[in-house]
Nanobody, 115 residues
Framework: QVQLVESGGGLVQPGGSVRLSCAAS????????MSWYRQAPGKERELVAT???????NYANSVKGRFTISRTNYKNTVYLQIDSLKPEDTAVYFC?????????WGQGTQVTVSS
């Protein structure tokens, strides 16, 4: 069955960095569009970064220059590097895969930015 398993979240100090990983299985990862979303308490889920099968990327304006999405197809894994963390980056981060007409979600990983 399809699985998206996020990892790498935790408590991080402001200005720090974190690298999130999402391990995928059960679908053709290499031809899928992979994205990271986040949802802060009391807010709607928002798209932060997308990487296409070509390797091209898109970012939300609010995270440009601090977030980097990447993928390793032979590992079926997508990553999100977050630098210069701010308290407003505190959220649950979700991995998303679009494979043809199918849309898959992971369970999320919590990132908390606090001193």
């Amino acid at each position: 069955q399809v699985q998206l398993v996020e990892s790498g979240g935790g408590l991080v100090q402001p200005g720090g960095s974190v690298r999130l990983s999402c391990a995928a299985s059960g679908f053709t990862f290499s031809s899928s569009v992979m994205s990271w979303y986040r949802q802060a308490p009391g807010k709607e889920r928002e798209l932060v970064a997308t990487i296409f099968r070509s390797g091209s990327t898109n970012y939300a304006n609010s995270v440009k220059g601090r977030f980097t999405i990447s993928r390793t197809n032979y590992k079926n894994t997508v990553y999100l590097q977050i630098d210069s963390l701010k308290p407003e980056d505190t959220a649950v981060y979700f991995c998303n895969a679009r494979s043809g007409s199918d849309n898959y979600w992971g369970q999320g990983t919590q990132v908390t930015v606090s001193s």
